[in-house]
């Protein structure tokens, strides 16, 4: 049974933070593409209590100072708040700071995120050249066997699916276009 605290902890906040644009641009295409919530992905990149140490002696202020930040308020769960806060005190570094550089931990996703999307969409080519060559053979079945023949009542089945394959795996594809112009 869930703890009092344990629920609390759950329970959803709001808080604004000063980021550089980049960074709030990163939290939205890394959800969106990714299909997850930013607050989900918030949650999991403050919860990282080791990271976040790690984050916090490394701030060097002056050069995070130097950014040009915008004001975003998220969503988040009081316990990531509460552990951000908390890393902030001990440690004497900026929170906004703090969320900054956890976010730029993003940024190798992106990279290898947008690496794959390139790749996805070099298979939709591939697709369209398997569906041709599928094509003209199911069409050279239907003059030499005829539409009743069990080989193409085959192989039309076999080519309506992979029609609607591609047909899904476009629409996936078309979602990811946010990935490639982060």
């Known amino acids: 049974m869930p703890s009092p605290e344990g629920l609390r902890g759950r329970q959803s906040v709001r808080a604004t933070f000063k980021l550089s644009a980049k960074a709030i641009e990163a939290m939205s295409v890394v959800a969106v ?9 918030f949650d999991h990149l403050i919860d990282d209590m080791r990271s976040l140490r790690l984050i916090a002696q490394d701030i060097e202020s002056e050069k995070f100072g130097a950014l040009n930040r915008i004001q975003k308020t998220f969503v988040i769960s ?13 440690f004497n570094a900026p929170r906004d700071a ?25 298979i939709l ?45 476009e629409v996936f594809v078309d979602k990811g276009e946010i990935i490639e112009d982060f």
Not at 78 to 90: A, F, Y
Not at 101 to 109: E, G, K, N, T, W
Not at 125 to 132: I, N, P, R
């Open 33 to 41: 593409h990714l299909g997850i919530k930013q607050k989900s992905l």
């Open 78 to 90: 009081r316990k990531t708040l509460s552990c951000l806060d908390e890393t902030s005190k001990r």
């Open 98 to 122: 703090l969320v900054e550089y956890s976010i730029q931990r993003l940024m190798p996703v992106i990279t290898r995120e947008r690496e794959k999307h390139r790749r996805r969409k070099e």
């Open 125 to 169: 080519k591939d697709m369209d050249a398997y569906m041709e060559d599928g094509l003209r053979i199911l069409q050279k079945s239907k003059k030499l066997l005829g539409e009743e023949d069990p080989v193409f009542i085959r192989l039309e089945a076999a080519l309506r699916t992979m029609v609607n394959a591609k047909r899904d795996l």
